[in-house]
């Protein structure tokens, strides 16, 4: 899985994007790495942060783990409710989560930050297939 097809997946729960800002253009904001409006809030930064092997045949790898690190940015304490919708999708998804970092306040930019990191295996096809 690539981290554009993790965004277009979460773009699909009604549940998280009904909690998000909307850019100029009416899309939910959840971005690839960077957001290109830098003032909407909420909002989710997706990057891929890891990718193994995690099963094999005959030195051939049979399955893949991808992990995701997701940032969840807002100018108000919205973290849980984005966190909680979020969580479900993921698991809906088939993702597991494996760490979260817990919520925090930058005052400098007065916006308030979350980082949750996310796992899924994926079987690779056989090559003889």
């Known amino acids: 899985m690539e981290a554009s097809t993790l965004v277009d997946n979460l773009l699909e729960s009604v549940e998280l994007t009904t909690l998000l800002a909307t850019d100029p253009y009416g899309h939910p904001a959840i ?3 960077l ?3 830098a003032e909407v809030f909420p909002r989710l930064a997706v990057f891929e942060s890891g990718r193994e092997y995690t099963r094999f045949a005959d030195d ?3 399955e893949e783990a991808v992990t995701f690190r997701i940032d969840l940015y807002a100018r108000e304490n919205v973290l ?3 966190n909680t ?3 479900s999708a ?3 998804l088939g993702f597991r989560r494996d760490a979260q970092v817990q919520d925090d306040y930058l005052p400098e930019i007065d916006i308030y930050v979350k980082s949750v990191t996310y796992t899924i295996k994926v079987p690779l096809p ?3 297939q």
Do not use: D, K, S
């Open 80 to 82: 849980y409710q984005v």
């Open 60 to 62: 051939l790898p049979l």
């Open 90 to 92: 993921m698991r809906l």
């Open 85 to 87: 919708a979020l969580h």
């Open 35 to 37: 957001a290109p409006e």
């Open 126 to 128: 056989y090559p003889w």
């Open 31 to 33: 971005y690839q790495i």
